[in-house]
């Protein structure tokens, strides 16, 4: 089969690699039809991890199954599904409370494995014709009959939507309040579009790339540009001085300023500042334990200088980490069908798998007018 595989930094490949199969009786085989290019994808694909060359990329699946392990009772051949970036048991403790990204037992000696991703187990991802989703009963969500109508908002339910969401319930956004969210990348916007969702009174989103900042506004948002002054002086003039009851980090640990200058901890410091005292944060943005090719030495370490003393002057709390995709897949599954939210409003593209190489190049170079790539490895009949 096809698919997208890492041949060092900066250099994807799309070559043929053996065929997914089915491997234990609980296995589930998907042909994908969607499969996006996520910006976690760009921290493998800059070199910037232990990704190793030849491994498939992409966790933000959907597709049709075609073939399920003789141990598979729930899902049937032909059901469309959207599939977790988590890769999860199901029977571990943490599965059982919930916590599916953590999970014990898929990436022994760590809490947590995913499709296609560094240091989260051996999973091959699914920028291919086909996926193998280990206990397939327990990973794969079911897609009502306008899934293959539907399918860039429900593609959306791999990652990024849960994903945004997560952001917004870790920093714990109530009816009513004010929500600042750093970074108008896909998991931004839907932070932004999950904090509407949940009845915030004012929703602010910094970012300096037009392009996302117009999405941002499409949502009933405020665009903050922080190219043109400080996001914090911003937000500030935005809430009579007292800061946001809220606030998210989607960034993560390449953050960096307009002039490009790289900074692990600016979007936690400038989160610090603008959320008001005893507000919540919530960060989802992506930062690792070693970063061996940062240019900063204690980045290296996975260490940031943090504004400790003021954020526990604020009395402010912080909610962090990957998203437990399953604990929302199914109600955000279930707003799409009702035509409540539409995620999809983020995407800019949508194409073959063999034009992968070329769409890894310009969403790394954040080019204008490439807010979100769906790759389509097999065409829908
Ligand atoms: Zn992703
Ligand atoms: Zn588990």
Not at 3 to 25: F, S, T
Not at 141 to 162: G, T, W
Not at 310 to 320: A, D, E, I, V, Y
Not at 343 to 350: D, G, L
Request: glycine share 10%; hydrophobic share 35%.
């Amino acid at each position: 089969m096809k698919a997208v595989v890492y041949n060092g930094p900066r250099e994807v490949m799309v070559k043929e690699v053996p065929d997914a199969k089915i491997e234990r009786p609980t296995d589930v085989l998907v042909k994908i039809t969607s499969t996006n290019i996520c910006g976690s994808d760009l921290h493998m694909y800059e070199g910037r991890t232990s990704f190793e060359k030849g491994r498939v990329f992409g966790h933000e699946n959907l597709g049709q199954v075609v073939e399920v392990g003789n141990a598979v009772d729930k899902i049937k051949v032909g059901d469309w599904v959207a599939i977790p970036f988590n890769v999860s048991c199901g029977h571990c403790a943490n599965c059982e409370r919930q916590l599916t990204a953590f999970c014990l037992t898929m990436n022994p000696g760590m809490a947590g494995a995913a499709f296609g991703f560094a240091d989260m187990g051996p999973y091959p991802g699914g920028q291919a014709e086909y996926l193998r989703v280990p206990y397939g009963d327990f990973n794969c969500l079911r897609l009502p009959e306008d899934a293959q109508e539907k399918q860039a908002d429900y593609v959306m339910l791999s990652d990024i939507f849960p994903t945004g969401w997560h952001a917004t319930e870790l920093a714990c956004v109530q009816p009513g309040e004010s929500v600042v969210i750093y970074g108008a990348g896909p998991v931004g916007l839907m932070a932004a579009l999950s904090a509407t969702v949940k009845g915030a009174r004012q929703v602010m989103v910094v970012d300096r790339h037009p392009d996302r900042l117009k999405l941002v506004e499409s949502l009933g948002a405020i665009p903050i540009d922080d190219s043109k002054g400080s996001p914090v002086e911003q937000v500030m003039a935005l809430t009579n001085g007292i800061g946001a009851d809220r606030g998210c980090e989607c960034v993560g640990y390449q953050s960096h300023d307009p002039q490009g200058h790289e900074h692990p901890n600016m979007t936690l410091n400038d989160l610090v500042k603008s959320v008001k005292f005893t507000g919540r944060i919530g960060v989802v943005g992506v930062f690792v334990p070693k970063d061996p090719n940062s240019p900063d030495p204690l980045g290296k370490k996975g260490e940031i200088t943090f504004d400790y003393g003021l954020f526990w002057n604020k009395g402010q709390s912080m909610g962090t980490g990957q998203c437990n995709v399953k604990t929302y897949n199914r109600q955000l599954r279930d707003m799409i069908h009702a035509g409540r939210v539409k995620p999809s409003f983020i995407v800019s593209h949508k194409i073959t798998l063999d034009k992968a190489p070329d769409a890894y190049k310009h969403f790394d170079a954040r080019d204008s007018g490439w807010t979100k790539v769906i790759l389509q490895p097999v065409a829908v009949a």
